[in-house]
């Protein structure tokens, strides 16, 4: 979102998931191009994070397998890969690679401020202004008869800890707050000056990162659609969508996306599954504009097949996979049922009643209303007995004649919807139904 609406979204998302559940705010670089016909050029979007849960977030992370999963009350957030290259072994040390890290931490704490004296140099160090060391001195001690405590390259500098490649893997990194696109810098320390320097040696300081932007999404939607055409207005691109699903889910997650636009949370879906025969994510869309089948599904049924003429080849390809289609249709209100207006058609009912009562995708070319049959599972045979008229309302009901027209039991429980019974409980068994009184059980099964 950007800086015109964010502060309303903070505002409404605090109200639902609570204040305390902030996690923070991420500064994605949607644009790189800059617009001139602004006072300031707007390049960037914000992304909301918020927990379910925030104190059981703080709890985990201070437990020793959080590096393996930072579970936030049901939400999930998984450490970056760490990256090895950071590491080296200038001095052989029998543990590997490693690299220096800081040995003092934000915040002042008298148990954990003490001078260090370089055994080298003789020189003592306290924490910088505002900040302690890492551990009490004892701790510290250990850590220095251990070989873990390092004074810069030379000797010469103040103390900072070894981190081993082998003990750090798992950890992972923490994500960051900014979400660029191209070069991370990356710095080193001077112990002369005892500061943070840019790394010149670029080549093998880089790292890279794509996130894309608003006109890379753009013209992927182009190849997508075979057109020169703008197909949407402000797309999100699939690579930002797939880090956020990276991060925050595991591999057999379904994802929910209820403003699904152009459809690029459901494709991102699908790429991170044709990435990794690990990754079994489903995606639900929800789009109630328009464009819901021209653009949102119509996009996913393409990446799915494959467009010949796309000049990226996964999508040139197809990423394989399958979705179900629904459209929502008209509320059907007991209220209104009952007092004999609005009534639904009998296919549109019959579909309603079929998923609610048994939670599987109605096939609408299997009904046969003659005989009352919409439709069957593995555990069910479903009837219905309904028409859009009051007056058979008012007067049909499950008797013996009717339990006999249901035809030859074939070993599955018969689910009936009627408007009254006139049957006793010995019949219900003798021809194994179980009836429900229209349109109260509708809402049974729905609950």
């Not at 690679?97 to 931490?105: T, V, Y």
């Not at 057109?227 to 591999?251: D, Q, S």
């Amino acid at each position: 979102i950007d800086d015109n609406e964010v502060h309303h979204l903070r505002m409404l998302m605090d109200e639902i998931f609570g204040e305390q559940n902030f996690v923070t705010n991420i500064v994605w670089q949607a644009r790189k191009s800059v617009q001139n016909d602004t006072d300031i050029s707007q390049q960037h979007n914000h992304i909301l994070v918020y927990a379910k849960n925030r104190r059981q977030e703080e709890r985990r992370l201070k437990e020793s397998n959080s590096h393996i999963w930072y579970t936030m009350g049901g939400f999930v957030f998984r450490p970056l890969e760490l990256d090895k290259s950071k590491f080296s072994n200038p001095d052989n040390d029998p543990r590997g690679p490693w690299k220096a890290d800081p040995f003092d931490a934000p915040n002042i704490r008298p148990n954990l401020t003490y001078p260090i004296v370089n055994p080298n140099t003789g020189v003592e160090y306290l924490p910088p202004n505002g900040r302690h060391w890492r551990t009490e001195e004892d701790k510290y001690k250990a850590l220095l008869k251990d070989g873990r405590i390092i004074f810069g390259t030379t000797g010469r500098g103040k103390p900072q800890l070894k981190v081993f490649w082998e003990e750090k893997k798992d950890f992972g990194e923490v994500e960051r707050t900014w979400w660029g696109n191209g070069a991370i810098e990356t710095y080193l320390y001077d112990e002369e000056t005892e500061e943070e320097i840019l790394n010149v040696d670029q080549e093998s300081a880089e790292q890279w990162t794509n996130y894309g932007t608003t006109t890379s999404a753009i013209k992927m939607l182009q190849q997508i659609f075979e057109t020169k055409e703008k197909v949407f207005e402000t797309p999100k691109p699939v690579e930002l969508i797939k880090h956020i699903i990276k991060l925050a889910t595991k591999n057999d997650a379904i994802i929910l996306d209820s403003f699904a636009g152009s459809g690029t949370t459901g494709h991102a879906v699908l790429e991170l599954n044709y990435e990794d025969e690990k990754s079994n994510r489903k995606f639900i869309l929800i789009e109630m504009e328009d464009y819901a089948d021209a653009i949102t599904a119509e996009r996913i049924r393409r990446v799915i097949k494959g467009v010949p003429t796309a000049t990226n080849e996964r999508i040139k390809n197809g990423l394989g996979g399958t979705f179900s289609y629904f459209e929502l249709g008209s509320a059907i209100e007991m209220e209104d049922i009952l007092k004999g207006e609005n009534l639904p058609e009998y296919r549109e009912l019959a579909r309603y009643i079929f998923y609610t009562a048994t939670g599987n995708e109605f096939d609408e070319s299997k009904i046969d209303e003659e005989k009352n049959y919409i439709g069957e599972n593995d555990e069910y045979e479903v009837y219905l007995f309904y028409k859009p008229d009051i007056q058979y309302l008012k007067t049909t009901a499950l008797d013996l004649d009717l339990a006999k027209s249901l035809g030859e039991y074939k070993g599955k429980k018969r689910l009936v919807f009627a408007p009254m019974k006139y049957l006793d409980n010995e019949y219900l068994l003798q021809y194994r139904i179980e009836y429900c009184q229209l349109p109260f059980e509708i809402y049974r099964f729905k609950e």
